[in-house]
């Protein structure tokens, strides 16, 4: 019988925690049921009081509330176990990137939720990007030709405040490295426009929060694409002040491309062969979604989609799995060991 609300949980009620319950807490479609943290409620400065709260999940199980889906918004290295039990406890998850830390952890998930014939949602929301899509448009029809090479930067800030405000941002176990927390979600993308990777060289290196982070904050990764063509990764946290940049340059036998802006937000460059770029008018410097995180909502109507109508998943368990053992080899590649320095 269709349900003509779906019922969610969220387990973690930090930052992006709080995104998830303001998304579901906002969609007619949706019911937030239950919430979940270990710390006092109190501390969590929230706003819907009247919200069944646990402050673990064997307590929320225990209370039998009608739940189908459990958003898991936790430290990076609890969301294998999290949704594991949570999968176990016959409840659809939504995970926020990284699926798990660990390649043999996310094939965990995969094969419980398998067994249990439960949905993994993955939270790769940069795939909604109205001018990534665009890109990916051109990539398809072939437009840019054979591909040579593919660079992306992304430079960004994270100060020593943003660490403190977070214990749990900086620590090995629990963090589990720049690109799992920062950058992922360009790895993602790297990985839903082009495919996989092979041969990787990566030099990391740790310039300016060596008391604060247990990891590298900056690194250069290069590597072929097995369909070919050359790829360079090139990331920091240590850019002063601000953020810098984020971008994405593609160079084609027939053409190339600069995605760039804080947000990969704006067309920076396009010289194609017989290509118009103002025909096409891809969403350029798209306001409402400069904010990459505000596409959680298509996230969470994916969810509902599915349950509802049947409709296919977005971003699944396995684009999560191919993020966490993308990055888990690139961090294997490392020819660099800057903590011995």
């Known amino acids: 019988m269709k349900k003509n609300k779906i019922n969610f949980a969220v387990v973690g009620c930090g930052r992006i925690g709080k995104k998830h319950i303001d998304l579901i807490e906002n969609n007619p479609r949706c019911n937030l049921v239950a919430l979940i943290d270990t710390r006092d409620k109190k501390l969590l400065d929230m706003k819907f009081h009247n919200i069944p709260f646990f402050n673990n999940l064997d307590m929320f199980f225990k209370s039998n509330l009608d739940v189908d889906v459990v958003n898991i918004a936790t430290p990076n290295g609890l969301h294998s176990l999290h949704a594991i039990k949570c999968l176990e406890n016959n409840k659809h998850v939504v995970v926020e990137k990284p699926l798990a830390l660990l390649k043999v952890d996310a094939e965990k998930i995969i094969h419980k939720s398998i067994e249990l014939k439960k949905h993994v949602f993955i939270v790769m929301q940069n795939r909604y990007s109205p001018l990534l899509i665009w890109l990916r448009k051109i990539l398809e029809d072939r ?24 214990p749990w941002h900086g620590k090995k176990d629990l963090d589990g490295g720049t690109l799992f927390t920062q950058f992922s979600h360009f790895i993602d993308i790297i990985y839903w426009l082009f495919g996989d ?5 990566t030099k990391l290196y740790n310039f300016n929060h060596r008391k604060i982070i247990e990891f590298e904050d900056s690194g250069s990764v290069l590597f072929d694409f097995c369909k070919g063509g050359l790829g360079i990764i090139n990331y920091t946290t240590s850019v002063w002040g601000k953020n810098l940049e984020s971008s994405m340059t593609v160079i084609g036998k027939k053409g190339s491309i600069k995605i760039s802006g804080q947000y990969m937000d704006k067309v920076e460059f396009c010289n194609i062969i017989n290509y118009d770029l103002t025909e096409t008018n891809p969403p350029n410097n798209f306001s409402k979604y400069k904010v990459s995180v505000q596409n959680h909502m298509h996230v969470i ?16 368990a396995l684009a999560g799995l191919k993020v966490t053992e993308i990055i888990e080899k690139i961090y294997k590649a490392n020819s660099n060991d800057y903590e011995k320095k």
């Open 143 to 166: 437009i840019l030709g054979e591909i040579f090479i593919v660079q992306v930067n992304c430079f960004w800030n994270r100060n020593e405040k943003y660490y403190k405000n977070h």
């Open 197 to 201: 990777i092979e041969n990787i060289v």
């Open 301 to 316: 109507n994916n969810v509902i989609d599915v349950l509802q109508n049947g409709a296919e998943i977005n971003t699944n």
